[in-house]
């Protein structure tokens, strides 16, 4: 089992950035492969990012390529998610996931994650 906290959320205007952190707790979280979800009003939740364990590999969601990039730091049991040049349309509430197996794809991970936290909110005004 593991325990997950997200935290970094906030209000930013477009063009700005944001960094998201996600503590996690528990099982040794070096062993985990970790992930960014998002739910925007209205409408399902979406994969945005995911890790592997190692830190080795990075996968993106077509629409943020190039303005986010995901990153861990295993001694701190902490990932992050850093967001830049930010639109009104990635306001969503954002999720931090973890994975038990490192999967090979972005579909792979939005097929499904095995611990979920309560999620940040970020508002992106124009």
């Known amino acids: 089992q593991v325990q997950l906290v997200e935290s970094g959320g906030g209000l930013v205007q477009a063009g700005g950035s944001l960094r998201l952190s996600c503590a996690a707790s528990?099982?040794?979280?070096?062993?985990?492969?970790m992930g960014w979800f998002r739910q925007a009003p209205g409408k399902e939740r979406e994969f945005v990012a995911a890790i592997t364990s190692s830190g080795g590999s990075t996968y993106f969601a077509e629409s943020v390529k190039g303005r986010f990039t995901i990153s861990r730091d295993n001694g701190k049991n902490t990932e992050y998610l850093h967001m830049s040049s930010l639109k009104p349309e990635d306001t969503a509430v954002y999720y931090c996931a973890a994975n038990k197996r490192n999967l090979g794809s972005p579909e792979a991970y939005a097929r499904g994650m095995d611990y979920w936290g309560k999620g940040t909110l970020v508002t992106v005004s124009s």
């Open positions: 528990g099982r040794v979280f070096s062993i985990y492969a």
